[in-house]
């Protein structure tokens, strides 16, 4: 079992549903991303959040919308999702933003109708 | 030229086998370097983090990293059927925060 746990698994919706990814981990990390990975590719960073501050925005489309209530949760705020958001959207943290190693949680299948 | 280059696979080999996984990358800044594996449905899990060059065991993994020439392996002795996943190398600059730099991951079949 993964120390950061993402859920849900699996969540298929309508382009004009919204819903949330949620992640939580409880190793006292202070830095924590969300990633979206594609079938047969490596995992793209989307956010990063250091101190429950976002640190950095990959250029996201405003349709998904981080949050970072306090230091062991992270959620993404989805809405009006395009067919190719489509994917497997991961959640990782690190002790801190930096040079650390970063631990994946098992990730959300996401699929858009 | 992308800035890690991982061979896709798929790598087949008999269970026992010793397993030499591969990268090579360009940016002379990077420092740390990772190797995750991935099984199908799940995120990628930590094998083995390393800084600059030399050797690092834990297990039957061996990670080796030679900087001079921008070269870094996953050895994996006594190979299981367990095994078969993605490996997926990735690397990190010494300062600062950038995002971790992946390979594009070798798919491993370890046959029974």
């Known amino acids: 079992d993964t120390e950061v746990t993402q859920t849900p698994k699996h969540l298929v919706m309508g382009m004009t549903n919204k819903k949330s990814l949620k992640c939580e981990q409880h190793?006292?990390?202070?830095?924590m991303y969300w990633y979206k990975q594609k079938a047969k590719k490596p995992p793209e960073l989307m956010f990063v959040?250091?101190?429950?501050?976002?640190?950095i925005n990959e250029s996201v489309p405003s349709r998904f919308s981080p949050e970072c209530p306090n230091s062991s949760l992270l959620n993404l705020h989805l809405h009006a999702l395009q067919p190719e958001d489509s994917a497997l959207y991961l959640c990782?943290?690190?002790?801190?933003?930096?040079?650390?190693?970063?631990?994946f949680g098992d990730g959300t299948r996401l699929s858009i109708l | 030229q992308k800035e890690v280059e991982q061979d896709p696979g798929p790598l087949s080999v008999p269970e026992g086998a010793i397993v030499s996984l591969n990268c090579t990358y360009s940016?002379?800044?990077?420092?740390?370097f990772m190797w995750y594996r991935q099984y199908s449905r799940k995120g990628p899990e930590l094998l083995m983090y390393?800084?600059?060059?030399g050797n690092k065991e834990d297990g039957r993994f061996t990670a080796q990293v030679d900087k001079s020439s921008k070269y870094i392996s996953l050895f994996i002795r006594d190979s299981q059927p367990s095994d078969s996943a993605t490996y997926l190398c990735?690397?990190?600059?010494?300062?600062?925060?950038?995002?971790?730099?992946f390979g594009t991951g070798t798919r491993l079949l370890v046959s029974p």
């Open positions: 990735a690397t990190l600059p010494a300062t600062g925060f950038q995002k971790l730099v």
């Open positions: 990782a943290s690190s002790q801190v933003e930096g040079n650390q190693p970063q631990h």
């Open positions: 190793m006292g990390h202070r830095a």
């Open positions: 390393t800084y600059s060059s």
């Open positions: 940016n002379s800044a990077f420092q740390y």
């Open positions: 959040y250091s101190y429950e501050k976002l640190s």
